[in-house]
């Protein structure tokens, strides 16, 4: 006769260690929680444009508007009360100021410097992460200046260093290198210090990798390159050594916080700086994957909200300090409800 189950769990079917325990209440899975995702770590970007009163969707960005720049004190107000302090600022200006030298880059009256002084001058206590590269601003569409269809380095970095000690004047707290030319850190850094500004960070995009995700940010920025890819400089996917070397050299060459970006597809080279470097560490949850869950949630494919919510905590327990993502004013949101 077999036993019952009852018989056999009280007889032969011993378990000391039941992990399950730590798992019975929601009381006790927030006490024992690993990873915390805060307010303080997410850093909200902000694609801005010409004019007053102007907001312009971004198809495949749902949600999330390239607004003039009056428009955008108003959304920077608005995250402000909800607790989230930290913004990284994109500018997105007409063809007609696109050039082959990307000369509106260093255009002090220009939309993104003039952007800028505005916040600052307007929010103090906000955290100002300044984009520096030239794709933007370029006519090739490239994070760099081309010369005989080849993306230069040292003359590319020549005009970097310039526009992150524009941006450094009127009071970006990080200038954020994401154009991947070697040696720019090093340049940028130098050139802050000499000019004074010793108090201006650096948030290298240090192992930026030439990704697929980027398509919406380049829609939102009409920054798409007009030939070949961004291979020769941004880190082809299949390396994660690589990664550690650039890391190594911005550390070297003076860059206050690295980033990793894209992040999900990532996760395990985030990691791997995490256990090698102190340094703080940041990662771009960025525009492709931003898209990929809302246009699953609108097809009821999944629960938007917790899907990137468990995104952002994947981002966390990899190592990340700051996410870059565009869910941040959504998680303010969220976390302003339950309080």
Known sequence: MKKNAAAISSSTFSIRTRLRRNRRTDAIRQGLSETHLALENLVMPLFICEGCKESTPIKAMPGISRMSTDLSLEEIEKCLKLGLKSFAIFPAISDDKKSSQATEATNEKGLGIQCLKKIRDEFPEAVLYADVALDPFSSDGHDGLVKNGKIINDESVAVLVEMALLQAAVGADYVAPSDMMDGRIGAIRSALDKAGFVDTGIMAYSAKYASSFYGPFREALASAPKFGDKKTYQMDYRNRREAHREVRLDINEGADIVMVKPALS???????????????????N?????AM????????AIDGEKAALECLTSIRRAGADLIFTYFAKEMAQKMAALL
Do not use: H, N, T
């Not at 960025?286 to 931003?290: D, F, K, L, P, T």
């Not at 869950?293 to 009821?300: E, M, T």
């Open 266 to 284: 990532y996760l395990d080279v985030i990691l791997s700086l995490r256990q090698r470097f102190d340094i703080p560490i940041a990662a771009y």
């Open 286 to 290: 960025v525009s492709g994957e931003y």
């Open 293 to 300: 869950i809302k246009f699953a949630a609108q097809a009821g």
